[in-house]
């Protein structure tokens, strides 16, 4: 059975960082692109990054990008987020996910995510 | 960055009622677009991708159709568990992006 477990949520003030872990198990983990999804309080779902099995193949979104890191240890199973200048607006709860394949498709299979807070 | 536009933002309907969700794309996108279903409380769950292709566990009363710029999500027959909101998200380029969400109610 697919699992992914979040960690590394909190509460942190404007203009700080923070490094998002997702531990996998359950599947082959080198095999499969990863991603980080977030939703924000009373807003849509947001695609925030994604990496490739190699991770020779990133993406952010545009409201991350520059500020955000997605990196993966295909040895220890793990999914990173560094996220760096964070704002009021990352608020969010961070989701990790499990892609259908090698490069970035659709997140197929989801963790129960861990809460950011970004407030002063 | 591509735009995901869904209509409508919501609906009411009862079970056994089938309904349709339309997602828009601001460029011609493919078939590159999935379906999730999100419940309060839960991760999302993808239902469809590459358009009209079924996840594994997916019931038939779910159909997506669609190419290039806009695309259906179908529910026949409404079921109490389909009361749920429905995101589409593009994986043609990067960035990805969803929709902005239908959240279907009962009546």
């Known amino acids: 059975e697919v699992q992914l477990v979040e960690s590394g949520g909190g509460l942190v003030q404007p203009g700080r960082s923070l490094r998002l872990s997702c531990a996998a198990s359950g599947f082959t983990f080198d095999e499969y692109a990863m991603h980080w999804v977030r939703r924000g309080p009373g807003k849509s779902l947001e695609w925030v990054s994604s990496i490739s099995w190699n991770s020779g193949r990133t993406g952010y979104a545009d409201s991350v990008k520059g500020r955000f890191t997605i990196s993966r240890d295909n040895a220890k199973n793990s999914l990173f987020l560094q996220m760096n200048s964070l704002r009021v607006e990352d608020t969010a709860l961070y989701y990790c996910?499990?892609?259908?394949?090698?490069?970035?498709?659709?997140?197929?299979?989801w963790g129960q995510g861990t809460l950011v807070t970004v407030s002063s | 960055a591509i735009q995901m536009t869904q209509s409508p933002s919501s609906l009411s309907a009862s079970v056994g009622d089938s309904v349709i969700i339309t997602c828009r794309a601001s460029?011609?996108?493919?078939?590159?677009l999935g379906w999730y279903q999100e419940k309060p409380g839960k991760a999302p769950k993808l239902l469809i991708y590459?358009?009209?292709t079924f996840q594994s566990g997916v019931p038939s009363r779910f159909s997506g159709s669609g190419f290039g710029t806009d695309f259906t999500l179908s529910i026949s027959s409404l079921q109490p568990e389909d009361f749920a909101t429905y995101y589409c998200l593009q994986n043609y380029s990067f960035p990805q992006t969803f929709g902005q969400g239908t959240k279907v109610e009962i009546k």
């Open positions: 996910a499990k892609d259908l394949g090698f490069s970035s498709s659709f997140p197929d299979h």
């Open positions: 460029q011609a996108i493919r078939n590159d």
């Open positions: 590459a358009a009209s």
